[in-house]
Structures are given as structure tokens and as C-alpha cells.
């Protein structure tokens, strides 16, 4: 059995790579990974893959086909789609512990539907879809496990989806402010944004122009403070009271 503290990987490029301890366990707690056994979860991590890219470096491709699914370590990672009109539809920002085109291994043809594209310098650990399904057909019990959750997923993609179709673009932006708080216990909030905002105006499917306006509108009537990328909530349930009051 391997080593706790260590996990022994081949990368991309033929090199062996040492996982660290705290590595390991990011992965392990994973719903992927957390219903399998120790033996089991040795042979997952001891045929990964992991593999360091530039910002900027586009990691698979839509329409190629899906073999391995991923987990992001460190960096952030951009999903999007390519419309017939060649314009870039921003899918969803994967951030550190967690996992990316894995529901795409039940897929009759395995294709990814979207691009994946590092924002900044990223470490990732793929894994192959082929021997995960063989472990999924051997323990039921874990596939129902891991059916929850990407059940949960699909819920909060279809959350989104219908803030982008019912909400305007100030409700979009606010209800972004408001899921990027960490302590909700707190009425005044101070937190710097993690994207570049012409990357959010793209998330929440609106125009660059109209998020500087929209920023403009909710400074005007003090329900933001913003300096650069840091912004300042002076009061959480104010904010919701007047979003709440366009729905």
C-alpha cells in the first residue's frame, strides 16, 4: 500500500511528481474520491496524472474526446463554449478542490461539451474515466453516492441558469456580491473581487460597459463602496431588501 504522506504520479511530460500529504487529502475528501476505500483510492491516485499550466493555456478543447476528468489543486480554471458565431459563453470558474468534466464518463459519446482554460498558473490531476467507471460497476453503493452529487451540481447550474434568464443585470451582480461572501454573519462585508471584471460581466452574461454602469447605479444608491477589484457591502440586508424588491 502506498504511503500516506506520499503518492508517486506520472505527469504529462514523463516525470514523477511527489504528492504532498495535504495534496493527498484535498483529493481524498472529494465526493469522487471519499466513498472508496483506502486500496481503492491508492489505485485512483497511483495511475493520476498531474500536469502545471501557464495562464492562459487551453487545457481540452469542446468536442474532443473525454478520457480523463479533472481536479484543480491550485489556480483557477475557466470553462466555456464556443457559439456557431465563434463568440466565448464563460460556463463556470472551477477553483481549487474541485473537479471538472466528470459527469462527461456517463456521456453515451464522450465528448467534452465545453473548452477549459487556465486564469492563472494552475496545478491539476486528472484521473482516467475508464478505470473510475470500473470502480463505479463494482460498488453500486458509491455510485449512488456520487449521483448525489453531481445531482447537487446540476441544481446549482440550473440555479444559475435561471438567474441569467429571470433577474436583470443589477440582481445578476448583486447575487454574484452576495454568493461571494464568506461569512454571512456579518451585515458589512469587505472582500476583493477574485476575477477580473470583464471576466464576471461574462459569467453573468452581460456586457463589460453594463457591469461599469451597473457598479455605478448601486455605488449611487450606497449599496456598494468599490475601489478597483475591493468592494465594500456597507449592509448585506439592505442589499437583499433591494434586490428582493426588483424580483
Same mark, same amino acid.
Given at each position: 500500500?502506498?504511503?500516506i504522506k506520499?503518492?508517486?504520479?506520472?505527469?504529462?511530460?514523463?516525470?514523477?511528481?511527489?504528492?504532498?500529504?495535504?495534496?493527498?487529502?484535498?483529493?481524498?475528501?472529494?465526493?469522487?474520491?471519499?466513498?472508496?476505500?483506502?486500496?481503492?483510492?491508492?489505485?485512483?491516485?497511483?495511475?493520476?496524472?498531474?500536469?502545471?499550466?501557464?495562464?492562459?493555456?487551453?487545457?481540452?478543447?469542446?468536442?474532443?474526446?473525454?478520457?480523463?476528468?479533472?481536479?484543480?489543486?491550485?489556480?483557477?480554471?475557466?470553462?466555456?463554449?464556443?457559439?456557431?458565431?465563434?463568440?466565448?459563453?464563460?460556463?463556470?470558474?472551477?477553483?481549487?478542490?474541485?473537479?471538472?468534466?466528470?459527469?462527461?464518463?456517463?456521456?453515451?459519446?464522450?465528448?467534452?461539451?465545453?473548452?477549459?482554460?487556465?486564469?492563472?498558473?494552475?496545478?491539476?490531476?486528472?484521473?482516467?474515466?475508464?478505470?473510475?467507471?470500473?470502480?463505479?460497476?463494482?460498488?453500486?453503493?458509491?455510485?449512488?453516492?456520487?449521483?448525489?452529487?453531481?445531482?447537487?451540481?446540476?441544481?446549482?447550474?440550473?440555479?444559475?441558469? #435561471?438567474? $441569467?434568464?429571470?433577474?436583470? @443585470? +443589477?440582481? %445578476?451582480?448583486?447575487?454574484?456580491?452576495? &454568493?461571494?461572501?464568506?461569512?454571512? !454573519?456579518?451585515?458589512?462585508?469587505?472582500?476583493?473581487?477574485?476575477?477580473?471584471?470583464?471576466?464576471i460581466a461574462?459569467?453573468?452574461?452581460?456586457?463589460? #460597459?453594463? $457591469?461599469?454602469?451597473?457598479? @455605478? +447605479?448601486? %455605488?449611487?444608491?450606497?449599496?456598494?463602496? &468599490?475601489?478597483?477589484?475591493?468592494? !465594500?457591502?456597507p449592509s448585506?440586508?439592505?442589499?437583499?431588501?433591494?434586490?428582493?424588491?426588483?424580483?
Amino acid at each position: 500500500m502506498t504511503d500516506i504522506k506520499t503518492t508517486i504520479m506520472k505527469t504529462h511530460t514523463g516525470l514523477n511528481m511527489t504528492l504532498s500529504k495535504e495534496q493527498r487529502t484535498q483529493i481524498l475528501m472529494h465526493p469522487m474520491f471519499s466513498g472508496f476505500s483506502t486500496e481503492i483510492q491508492d489505485e485512483l491516485l497511483s495511475e493520476a496524472q498531474y500536469r502545471e499550466h501557464h495562464p492562459q493555456h487551453l487545457i481540452l478543447r469542446q468536442g474532443d474526446t473525454a478520457e480523463r476528468f479533472f481536479l484543480v489543486l491550485e489556480g483557477k480554471v475557466k470553462l466555456f463554449r464556443i457559439s456557431a458565431d465563434g463568440k466565448e459563453k464563460v460556463v463556470e470558474i472551477i477553483q481549487p478542490g474541485h473537479t471538472f468534466a466528470e459527469a462527461v464518463m456517463f456521456m453515451n459519446k464522450p465528448l467534452y461539451p465545453v473548452c477549459a482554460e487556465s486564469l492563472d498558473a494552475v496545478k491539476l490531476i486528472s484521473f482516467s474515466n475508464r478505470m473510475m467507471l470500473d470502480y463505479l460497476e463494482r460498488y453500486p453503493k458509491i455510485c449512488l453516492h456520487l449521483l448525489g452529487h453531481l445531482s447537487i451540481r446540476l441544481h446549482q447550474r440550473l440555479d444559475e441558469l #435561471e438567474n $441569467l434568464t429571470l433577474q436583470n @443585470a +443589477t440582481q %445578476r451582480f448583486a447575487l454574484y456580491l452576495v &454568493s461571494q461572501i464568506k461569512d454571512r !454573519t456579518e451585515d458589512c462585508v469587505e472582500m476583493d473581487l477574485m476575477l477580473p471584471k470583464g471576466l464576471i460581466a461574462a459569467r453573468l452574461s452581460i456586457k463589460p #460597459e453594463t $457591469l461599469s454602469r451597473v457598479m @455605478a +447605479t448601486l %455605488r449611487g444608491d450606497g449599496l456598494i463602496e &468599490s475601489r478597483g477589484r475591493h468592494i !465594500t457591502i456597507p449592509s448585506v440586508s439592505r442589499l437583499l431588501s433591494e434586490f428582493s424588491a426588483e424580483v
